[in-house]
Structure formats: structure tokens, C-alpha cells
């Protein structure tokens, strides 16, 4: 039975590796007869199935202000925790908002749940799918524990609860088993290996 799957990452668009990858899953749900949506803060595809929102974008500046905060302070100053609570609340409404535009029946996150680019996306998209018990697939590209940049920050309670969240509805995929390993290990997630690859019938433009 056709269904209405619902991607959502920081940007479907160019050629980065998680684009290239959301649309390469895309194809897959359309062979099998499903109906795909899009929802992100940058898109380039046709408007008629995406849902753009900025504040979804790692590069928004409000988004950035907050990031900036997170990682250069030890101890968490009160206005980026009020500031994280704003975001989160808006961008959840705008995830509801997505998903009854489109009658969504599956999410499937892309990398948004894995790394704190965005952390009030991370939050609004574990309240979401904790509301709604919608079925989720959490597609896992880079962790960040992978990345030293982000072991320095004063918002390790939403890493341990957003990034990813352990949620029963969630299904994890990541993408080599030294992740899944790591994933086991850190949280007690088990995870699905979906390596990346290539489409070598489809040469490059």
C-alpha cells in the first residue's frame, strides 16, 4: 500500500553527500509505489512536494548565533537556553505543520538527528515524533562524537537526548559498522547498515 514519506535534513540541494543520498532513497520509496515530500531549509527541487522553512538550515543566522553560543561557552547562559526553547517551539509547529500538508505516514530524518548543526531542529524532531509515535527511520551519516568541535560545548543534555534520541517508533540506519558499533556502545541503539552508493549506471553530468 502506497504511502506518503516525509524526508526532512538541513538542505536538499547540491551535491553534498547527504543530498545525494536523500534523493537516492527517494528514488527507492518511488519505485515501490510510495509518494515523496521534502522538507528543509534550502531545496532545489520541484515546489510542489517540498515544504521550505529557513530556520531548518544550519546557516540561518539565528541558528548560527545559537551554535556560536553552544560551543564557545562552559557553562550555559540563559539566553541560549530561552533562545533554544524559542526555535525548537517554532520549528515543531512548522514539522506539524509539514506533516498534515502532506498526510505524512514516515518520516525519514536525514543526518539531523545524528549531528547538532541545528540542535533546536534535533529537539523539535524528537518532541514531534515522541507526540505522534509516527514511524520514523533515522538515517545516520556523521555522529558527533566523530567531529572534535562539538566535544566542547555546555548542551550535553540535548546531545544525550536529541542526537539521537531512543525512542521506540525510531528506526536507526547508519552507514559503515564502526558507526553501529559506536552507537551501541554510546547509547544502547541498535542500528541497520545502509552503505552509501554509488550509482555507476548514472554517470556524473
Not at 17 to 29: D, R
Not at 117 to 125: C, V
Not at 180 to 193: M, P
Request: charge should be neutral; proline fraction near 6%; include cysteine.
Amino acid at each position: 500500500m502506497a504511502k506518503n514519506v516525509g524526508f526532512i535534513s538541513f538542505r536538499i540541494s547540491g551535491t553534498d553527500g547527504v543530498s545525494l543520498e536523500t534523493l537516492k532513497w527517494a528514488e527507492v520509496f518511488k519505485q515501490h509505489g510510495h509518494n515523496c515530500f521534502f522538507m528543509a531549509g534550502e531545496l532545489d527541487l520541484p515546489g510542489e512536494k517540498t515544504f521550505a522553512v529557513p530556520e531548518v538550515h544550519f546557516q540561518h543566522p539565528e541558528i548560527r548565533r545559537l551554535y556560536k553560543l553552544a560551543y564557545y561557552n562552559e557553562k550555559r547562559p540563559r539566553v541560549l537556553t530561552a533562545g533554544l526553547h524559542k526555535y525548537r517551539e517554532f520549528i515543531k509547529d512548522k514539522i506539524y505543520e509539514f506533516a498534515e500538508l502532506y498526510g505524512i505516514e514516515l518520516l525519514v530524518v536525514q543526518n539531523v538527528l545524528t549531528i547538532p548543526l541545528n540542535i533546536p531542529l534535533g529537539m523539535a524532531l524528537t518532541e514531534f515524533i515522541a507526540e505522534t509515535g509516527i514511524p520514523t527511520l533515522a538515517h545516520h551519516h556523521d555522529f558527533f562524537w566523530e567531529r572534535k568541535r562539538f566535544l566542547k560545548n555546555c548542551v550535553w543534555d540535548y546531545f544525550n537526548s536529541c542526537f539521537p534520541p531512543h525512542l521506540d517508533s525510531i528506526q536507526h540506519v547508519v552507514i559503515n559498522s564502526s558507526a553501529q558499533n559506536q552507537l551501541a556502545l554510546r547509547t544502547g541503539i541498535a542500528a541497520t547498515i545502509i552503505p552509501n552508493v554509488m550509482k555507476f549506471e548514472e554517470p556524473p553530468e
